[in-house]
């Protein structure tokens, strides 16, 4: 019999996310799926590594495809909780890693500010094909976590890439796919592949207060330049176009240019 694929799944919104447990459903239906996931909360960390983390894991059950299964929470970062889904739950290597459903979209610059892009980067480091999932929200549904927030779309859309990736090798320099699914969008809506772009996303206010000592937390907008927007872009897809973005991404964040005529042009001017 042909083993089942193996679906390592992952978030940054926490274990009790509803996007995490609608997105271990629709995955379930194509393979085996092992949730490793952060404990808590862990938005916005990033790839981060944090010493102080206690790695605890817990066990709870998800149901899905109506069998009880297993799930793990990670008191830890996202990539954290790669780290040791990869190294002490999955039974072998997995064939596939999802990060999400994010609630909201990561987009252009800012995307490595997100822990659900930069836990699939950290799937991918361990040389497995990796996906990051993200439905674009605004601020208060990103934050609330909602049941009643709608992400079966994007769920959708996270099942039709992870079928392609389970049986299509990626090309050389595409180690994971990065996709934004539109708030609107529907089973039909058009996708395409975008590049990131090189505006930032989520703009941040500057604080407010005037003594320095006061703790403070940070405000923030989701903005960008229409004029300027690159139409190939994953902001112009998803907020101008209304289309679901996916973009390819690789591990290799050196610059694309002739290393050796900038290292003449650097040395010339050092001399």
Request: with cysteine; hydrophobic share 35%; glycine share 6%.
């Amino acid at each position: 019999m042909t083993e089942r694929p193996l679906i390592l799944l992952t978030n940054d919104d926490g274990l009790h996310s509803p996007g995490l447990r609608t997105l271990a459903q629709a995955l379930a239906e194509i393979g085996d799926v092992l949730v490793a996931a952060p404990w808590e909360q862990q938005s916005s960390t990033g790839r981060s590594m944090d010493h102080t983390s206690s790695r605890i894991i817990h066990t709870e059950e998800f149901v899905l495809n109506g069998e009880r299964c297993k799930v793990y929470g990670i008191e830890g970062t996202p990539g954290q909780a790669v780290q040791h889904g990869m190294l002490e739950l999955t039974p072998r290597k997995p064939d596939l890693i999802v990060s999400g459903i994010n609630f909201g979209e990561n987009m252009g610059m800012s995307v490595t500010i997100s822990g659900t892009v930069m836990a699939a980067y950290e799937g991918a480091a361990w040389g497995v094909p990796a996906m990051a999932i993200s439905s674009q929200m605004g601020k208060e549904e990103q934050v609330s976590l909602s049941d009643e927030t709608d992400v079966t779309v994007a769920a959708y859309f996270a099942q039709k890439f992870a079928r392609i990736l389970l049986n299509h090798e990626l090309p050389e320099d595409v180690h994971l796919l990065k996709v934004d699914v539109p708030r609107n969008a529907t089973r039909q809506t058009g996708w395409r592949l975008t590049r990131l772009s090189r505006q930032s996303y989520y703009i941040a206010h500057k604080p407010p207060r005037r003594d320095y000592s006061q703790p403070f937390q940070l405000d923030w907008d989701m903005t960008y330049d229409r004029e300027s927007l690159e139409p190939d872009s994953d902001i112009y897809t998803l907020r101008v176009a209304e289309q679901v973005s996916v973009t390819p991404l690789s591990l290799d964040f050196s610059s694309r240019l002739d290393l050796a005529s900038f290292e003449r042009a650097l040395k010339h001017e050092s001399d």
